[in-house]
DNA sequence: CCTATGTATTGACAGACGTGAGTTCAATAG
DNA sequence: CTATTGAACTCACGTCTGTCAATACATAGG
């Protein structure tokens, strides 16, 4: 058994009382906390959170030419906004013919929608 | 009366058919969108999305001290992340003594949990 | 005063983001 | 086949983001 070492700090806590009560976080958070992130990563942005609402409106599906004019971007950076939608897994997209249409997959959002309430 | 100006593009939908219904949309979203954008950003990273997810389940109010080694970050980036949940409205934050404490202002996510059920 | 401790800020950096111009790709009409 | 049209991709740009090291700030104890 040896002494104990003087070379510790003394005092972490000046009055001896914590700081506040201990926070235990299970480490199984990590996972659910990338996959909502990346749903919210997604709704981060104001166009991209209106085309999500403009889709879920119209239960049907709904056609790229129909979504450029409805904000003041270009044609490639509405592909880019709904892009980025299709890579989080929030919308689908479906072609006929020469034209693309879009859609919301409601169960993408069922998890973080159920963990913000 | 004039004569049709043969200039005019001849179709624009080929087979004269529209490519899907009309999709009219009301300007009121657009203050909305960024509001509610401004939260999803704000969660749109696992850590601070886990920083909420702690902060909720202490109602109370919890020390930076204990909230830093939840992560396998350093002391500046989890104040960093604190900052900007601020920013967003998500968090409060009071100091006593040398602590600082931070909390969820529950209201702040009721628009944008709403608008996602 | 000085020292120690908890928190916030600054500076720097690589990487990601939002955007438009220009281009390419896919499918239809002729 | 060619021409046209809707959608996606590429490139370039300035801006923003996440991170840490170092520093500054604030409070408490001696």
Not at 40 to 50: T, V, Y
Not at 54 to 68: D, N, S, T
Not at 74 to 79: A, D, E, I
Not at 81 to 88: D, G, I, P
């Amino acid at each position: 058994m040896t002494v104990d070492l003087e070379l510790a700090p003394k005092t972490k806590r000046p009055a001896g009382e914590p700081c506040c009560e201990p926070v235990v976080y299970p480490d199984v958070e990590r996972e659910q906390a990338e996959r909502m992130a990346t749903i919210a990563k997604a709704l981060g942005d104001p166009i991209r959170l209106q085309l999500v609402d403009v889709l879920r409106k119209h239960a049907g599906k709904v056609c790229v030419c129909e979504l450029v004019p409805l904000f003041d971007l270009s044609q490639p950076t509405v592909s880019h906004h709904l892009k980025k939608l299709r890579e989080a897994g929030i919308v689908g997209s479906e072609r006929r013919g020469l034209w693309a249409y879009y859609y919301v997959i409601p169960e993408s959002l069922e998890e973080f929608s159920a963990w913000l309430t």
